[in-house]
Structure formats: C-alpha cells, structure tokens
C-alpha cells in the first residue's frame, strides 16, 4: 500500500470504463423491482449483492454478461434511468474519482417506450441531478456519457448517429460491448466509418473475450482511440530466459504499435479475473499482466468495468494493484495521469485534469 495512513479513496481520480448497468446499488434494484414485479434472486441488499458477484466469478464472459437481464431490466423508464445514473454519479464522487466516462447501450433501455433519444436525455438528467448533489457538500465531478452499440445487434450506425446528435449535450464517445468472440468489428465497419466521417471518439471491447485479432480489429476496423480492457494483448508479448539470472522481453507487432502510439489500455483488473481474460497467466491479481504492460511502458488505465457485479471501487482496484505489486503513490499518480491524457476530452480540459491529479497528490 502507498505510505502508511494515505487513505486511496482521498486521492483525485479518474474512471475511463464504467457500465451505468454494471453500477446499481443493490438497494436501488430491490426498490426498481418491486415496481415492476420483477422476481430477484435475493432478498435483502447484502444477499443480493453477494449473488451478483458471484454470479460474476465464473471465468467465462458470456456468464457474466447474463447477469446483466436484471440490471438493465429495471432501467426501462425515464424516473429510473435518472436515479440510476444520478446515483452512480454519487457513488464515484465518493470515492474521489473527479472525472468519469459513464458507457451504456440505450438500445437495451426502450422496452418501456423510450425513444433512443429519451433514453440518452434521461440519463443526462440523471448526471446532471447528481454533479449538483454532491456540488452541495463541496465535491466537484465532471462526467460525460460513452454510447454503445451491443456487437451482436444491428443498430450500430443507428447508436452511432445517436451519438453524434448528443456529442455537445453530454456525450463524448462511442463504444461497442457485448459478448466479443464472433462479433468482430468489422462488422459494425460502416458505424465505425461513419464516426470517422464526424471526427468522433471511439473505444471498442477488445482483448478481453478473444484475443489478438479482436484487438487488431479494433483498431483497424475500429478506429479505436483506446481499447476496452485489451488485456490479452499481453499475448503478444515473448518473455524468454537468457541465462540463469537475465530474462528477455520481445514485443509482437501488434503490442508494439498499442505501446509506440501509447494508444490507452482500459484495464480492469477484478473483471478481467472473474471473466477469465487472464487465464492464460492465471488466476489471482498477481498474475494479471498489468504489471509487465506497466513496466513496459504501455499506457495502462485501471478501472472497475462493473462495480456491482465485482463488489468493488476505483480505489479499491487501485489497493488491489498497490498490494500486489507494491505500487507507492508515484506510481498511483501516473496511473491517473495515465487516464487524464486518455479522457475524450479536449486538450485543455486534459491538461486541466492532470492539473487537479498533481495538486491532489501534493496534497498528500
């Protein structure tokens, strides 16, 4: 852990992967269920939320996901979708993160009538309402929406459009989620072509649920500016011995061109644990590859990806990596600067997120 009595959860930080239906409140689901008569699992918070987790800890990521038909479930309605993002906005605001990007699929929010439209206003508002609560205790937070397409679905221009309507209302990117292996980018190419034409930010799921060719096709295809998790592309990566007490390391093509151009690794170390994306190293936290992609210089990012379904906070994920692998507080604070200059943000907004980074550390 950094120095002795340096609580994490103080520090100022910043969160680039965050799923609004991956960031409910087990309590929030309880009360939205009861409404619609949904039938839950658990009854009371603490069960609810263990089911969850556990439910999420399976070392497969279509296991995961299916998790997910009770969240977004209880996200069909206007009033609901403004509470839950108001809500996640608070909840990130009190681990000290001040500045997030808030990803969702509207087209998963329309059963009760929403238009996409609505949807993306509602969850707007809800932002909106929560950036102003917190304002009242003397917390600042900004907080923009990264929209997604669902990569087995056929709506991605029709998302990609959605997108670029809102991008000066609140919206600063697009994403495509979902289950990876099967889906390639290419196929949503002409969604991605368009966002090109706009000139507008894209992050894509890859190297989480497959391997290196999804990551290439991300980028390709893609255009990704960064990449959604993109763990696995440590399996590009030759670790050799040359004698007993010197090793080598050997950069595949592809690892070299993500490291060179410093195009950001979103990381989320418990989820890539509980999903099997790091299966190939291991299963424990010490054998997550981030520590060899941050030695090596990459531009890693860490995040929490669903905060529900892995029982855990920014900060947390950071004493997690800080335990492991015996991170200080330099090393914390790079990580931060790491995600401020990989904001889908202006330069200026960038550089005055850095700014409020190293004050906050120096105030330590």
Known sequence: MPGSGISINTL????????????LRAATIIELAEAIDLDLPASTEPDLADWFVSQSTTGSL???LKTFDITVAVMQTHDALVRVAREFVEDLALDGVIYAEVRWAPEQHLAGGLTLD???????????????????AGITIKVGQLIT???????????????????????????????????????HRVAFDYLAQNLFPVTVHAGEGDGLASIRGALIDGRALRLGHGVRLAEDIEIGREDQDNTYVTLGPLAQWVRDREIPLELSPSSNLQTGAIAAWGDDILDHPFDLLYQLGF???????????????????????SDAFGYDLDDLEALQLNAASS????LEEREELADAIVAGFADV
């Open 12 to 23: 100022p930080k910043v969160s680039l992967h965050d799923h609004l239906d991956g960031g």
């Open 62 to 64: 279509e296991d995961y």
């Open 118 to 136: 609505q949807a993306v206003d509602a969850v707007q508002e809800g932002i909106e309402a929560g950036i102003a609560r917190v304002a009242q």
């Open 149 to 187: 397409a669902m990569r087995h679905a056929d709506r991605s221009l029709e998302v990609a459009e959605l997108a670029v309507r809102h991008r000066d209302l609140g919206v600063v990117g697009f994403d495509i989620a979902g289950a990876e292996a099967g889906f390639p980018a290419a196929k």
């Open 299 to 321: 531009r890693v990012t860490v995040n929490t990806d669903n905060r529900l379904m892995s029982g855990t906070t920014l900060s947390r994920e950071l004493a997690l990596l």
């Open 343 to 346: 904001a889908f943000l202006p």
